[in-house]
């Protein structure tokens, strides 16, 4: 079954990220790290292997709360 975080990426796409771009196009250089990696505009779940959101991350709120003491 796939996450929210992960069937939101499309959404977040077409919904956030290409009106963004039609305001303001996106710069030639990418961003990276210090070491020279180049960073993705949006990160999820997906992008890591083995990684099970649920039982890695979950929402907050809930268990193994990971987001902060607060629900």
Known sequence: ?????ETDKPRWERE??????K?????DTPFTTIS????DRLYAPDD????DYARDLNDPGGFPYTRGIHP
Do not use: H, N, S, W
């Open 1 to 5: 079954m796939k996450t929210t975080a």
């Open 16 to 21: 956030v990220l290409e009106p963004a771009l």
């Open 23 to 27: 305001r303001a196009p996106e710069r």
């Open 36 to 39: 020279g990696r180049v960073i």
């Open 48 to 51: 890591l292997p083995g990684f």
